[in-house]
């Protein structure tokens, strides 16, 4: 069981950054890989990035690809999104997500995320 909290979230001009934060508790946190995923109004929730459970490892989504970056420090249980020159097209609800079955950050993109879910943190990027 893994229990996840984000923050961080807020509104920011274009070209600005904001960093994501997930606190996690649970026994399998330092073993899953972690992931963030957003969803903007009325289109589906998308995978943004992951990081596998070594820190080893990670993927993103091409459009995000050079301008955020994923990490993870298991002794503090947290995952980090650094996001940097943001753009009005960012603007969704940030989800941090832990998959305990994917041992890779590829995996984890592919299968869409596991089975624990973060209530998200709105990022507005204003233009």
């Known amino acids: 069981q893994v229990q996840l909290v984000e923050s961080g979230g807020g509104l920011v001009q274009a070209g600005g950054s904001l960093r994501l934060s997930c606190a996690a508790s649970?026994?399998?946190?330092?073993?899953?890989?972690m992931g963030w995923f957003r969803q903007a109004p009325g289109k589906e929730r998308e995978f943004v990035a992951s990081i596998s459970w070594t820190g080893g490892s990670t993927y993103y989504a091409d459009s995000v690809k050079g301008r955020f970056t994923i990490s993870r420090d298991n002794a503090k249980n947290t995952v980090l999104l650094q996001m940097d020159s943001l753009k009005p097209e960012d603007t969704a609800v940030y989800y941090c997500?832990?998959?305990?079955?994917?041992?890779?950050?590829?995996?984890?993109?592919?299968?869409?995320?596991?089975?624990?879910w973060g209530r998200g943190t709105q990022v507005t990027v204003s233009s």
């Open positions: 649970g026994r399998t946190f330092s073993s899953s890989a």
């Open positions: 997500n832990a998959d305990p079955s994917a041992e890779t950050a590829t995996t984890m993109a592919r299968r869409g995320g596991g089975k624990y």
